[in-house]
């Protein structure tokens, strides 16, 4: 039985939360920085869009 025990870990730079090793990473894990493709595609530091104010209600 193979254990996953021993994977290597990062954090990903856009959510700051911890991220495995994964098999589809293993030609580039030193480049890898982003946990998922959500993350990659959120810039780092950014806040979320809120939505306009209607400026007719006063």
Request: charge should be positive; charged fraction near 40%; glycine fraction near 4%.
């Amino acid at each position: 039985m193979h254990k996953k025990l021993n994977l290597d870990k990062k954090l990903c730079v856009s959510c700051k939360r911890p991220f495995s090793w994964r098999k589809k990473w293993e030609r580039n894990w030193e480049d890898v920085k982003y946990c998922s493709k959500r993350c990659r595609g959120q810039k780092v530091g950014s806040k979320p869009v809120s939505p306009k104010r209607n400026s007719l209600s006063h």
